[in-house]
């Protein structure tokens, strides 16, 4: 447990500093090389979590394919050497960002996170297990009742789903919030290279 809690505070450090670098440092192509960093660093989140699918596919698509479309704009556009220009979006993005924040800690105060850590966390192991090997044997239904999947529709839905079936059910709506953050992401890498 010490070397997991070592490995996080390791990447929340790595993190937190590259995605201040991000918002702060000028050269807009070191400011995406810093995106990157974050990016490898969230992989390492899912990691710590037993996610690997989704660690293998933020480091293919999100460290891969967006952070090259994004240094691929970067060197499209001309004069990459000024950094970003004040502009009249400034006070209305720190506002937004502002809000964010605050939404975010209330959230994170008001959550009995104590309440979550027994149940849920059997629970998701048993449905990543399951994501990845279909549960037959007497241990592995035991290993559901103990989980939370106390009847036998619950048992039967769990042995069924793959990581699909979680993507589209379960789990929709952070499904879809990294295909808004895709998409935010295309649109300001073509707000980048976009002629002035």
Not at 60 to 88: C, E, K, S, W
């Amino acid at each position: 447990m010490l070397f997991q809690e070592i490995v996080f505070w390791v990447l929340s450090v790595l993190a937190i500093g590259a995605s201040l670098g991000v918002v702060l440092v000028k050269d807009l192509f070191r400011a995406a090389l810093l995106l990157v960093v974050v990016f490898i660093a969230v992989a390492g989140f899912f990691v710590l979590l037993n996610a690997e699918f989704l660690a293998v596919v933020q480091v293919l698509i999100y460290a891969g394919a967006i952070a090259i479309l994004i240094i691929f704009a970067i060197m499209l556009t001309r004069d990459v050497q000024h950094g970003n220009l004040p502009n009249r979006f400034q006070i209305p993005a720190a506002t937004l960002a502002a809000v964010l924040l605050a939404v975010m800690v209330a959230v994170a105060v008001d959550t009995k996170w104590d309440l979550l850590a027994g149940q849920a966390q059997s629970r998701a192991q048993a449905v990543q297990t399951s994501a990845v090997r279909t549960l037959e044997s007497p241990r592995d239904l035991a290993g559901l009742e103990r989980a939370g999947f106390a009847t036998e529709g619950e048992r039967t839905a769990a042995q069924e789903a793959g990581l699909a079936d979680l993507l589209i059910g379960d789990f929709v709506l952070p499904f879809e919030a990294v295909s808004l953050l895709l998409l935010a992401a295309v649109i300001g890498a073509l707000a980048l290279v976009r002629p002035r």
